[in-house]
């Protein structure tokens, strides 16, 4: 019995695809034909983790070094790393297979080919190498790229968040006794989130909503601040005039007195002070594409760029705060982090209800 595929994308790029050949790949897989290399980068770049390629044939032409150096980047993102990477060459080159051997290509084959070897070579590989991971098991793929929080940086977390926690320590007091008393419900909102290398942990707040309001999520859609950038689909969701949130919760909310028992997770060390948000599973879903994956290879914080630039501002769409994200962990340092806190005072009031 002949195994099928399908519902398998497999992505082809260049120009010698014969008709027949892709006919006979598209009986057990969904071929995307996306043509010159040039145009390969660009696909990947648009993928999400739902819609990434399981399989992707490139031939090697004149751009050999441009191939392998997306190559690459495909094996050291972990949205991508467990792919199936084939490559057609035009004729026999030994060279040409070494550098294959040593960029770890699952396979490569020279015209004159067979595509029944391909096929039958795939099947093998789909049943025994294919890799194509979940948004929780992102965290412990292996990446040439980690981030770790530097000494330096981590003491000062330390020090800053534990001298904050025990000078506010009473009003903390104070915003527990008015939550409980101001609805019913936990005190501290606690939720899932994803941060640094894609890493999951639980994420706390003050309680600023009604009981069960995670539920009512996906009817809100249309209030959502960020804008469609053209994807169809925000990565990003921030509720303008949420009416899940409590009176009491609207003043936390515009005061950014909620977020305080995040103190706590920077002494877990699960974030830092500065860094970029962690996003919820279902964001976090959203950014795991060669373009956006990079907001998590950098440290997540409580308070970042994003916050002193957008924070509050309805014109912002789902690519402004990406860009400002991918900035942040690509330039990070110790007095950027300095000048994006000092820029957090004037943000923590905010004229919007988000």
């Known amino acids: 019995m002949e195994n099928n595929y399908k519902g398998l994308r497999l992505v082809y790029s260049g120009k010698g695809f014969s008709a027949q050949e892709s006919i006979q790949l598209s009986n057990d897989y969904d071929v995307i034909n996306v043509g010159d290399f040039s145009n390969l980068e660009a696909y990947l770049n648009t993928q999400s983790l739902f819609s990434t390629p399981d399989v992707i044939m490139i031939e090697i032409n004149s751009e050999e070094d441009a191939v392998f150096s997306l190559i690459n980047k495909i094996k050291t993102n972990p949205l991508t790393s467990g792919l199936i990477i084939i490559l057609i060459g035009n004729q026999p080159d030994a060279r040409l297979r070494m550098r294959a051997i040593k960029a770890k290509i699952h396979d490569l084959y020279f015209s ?30 292996k990446k040439d790229r980690e981030y770790k929080i530097p000494t330096p940086k981590r003491i000062f977390d330390i020090v800053s968040a534990g001298g904050i926690l025990l000078v506010l320590s009473p009003i903390l007091l104070l915003i527990a006794i008015l939550i409980r008393l101001d609805s019913k419900g936990g ?13 999951i942990f639980d994420f706390y707040k003050f309680r600023s909503m009604r009981s069960g309001a995670d539920k009512e999520l996906k009817n809100l859609s249309s209030l959502n601040q960020y804008k469609d950038d053209g994807s169809g689909a925000n990565a990003f969701v921030k509720i303008k005039n949420d009416p899940r949130v409590t009176k009491l919760g609207n003043f936390l909310r515009n005061t950014s007195l909620d977020e305080l028992p995040q103190l706590f997770n920077v002494l877990k060390g699960d974030m830092s002070l500065v860094g970029n948000r962690p996003l919820p599973l279902y964001e976090a879903e959203m950014l795991t594409s060669n373009e956006w994956s990079m907001r998590f290879l950098g440290p997540s914080g409580l308070t970042g760029l994003w916050q002193i630039k957008k924070r509050g501002k309805g014109k912002m769409s789902d690519t402004e705060r990406k860009k400002l994200d991918n900035y942040y962990a690509e330039n990070y340092s110790v007095w950027f982090d300095v000048k994006i806190i000092l820029g957090t005072f004037p943000a923590l009031f905010q004229k919007e209800k988000v």
Not at 187 to 199: D, E, N, P, W
């Open 187 to 199: 005190i501290i909102y606690k939720s899932k989130r994803v941060g640094t290398g894609y890493k």
């Open 112 to 141: 004159p080919y067979k595509i029944s070897d391909i096929k039958d070579r795939l099947k093998f590989l789909i049943k025994f190498k294919l890799i194509k991971p979940k948004i929780e098991q992102l965290a412990i793929i």
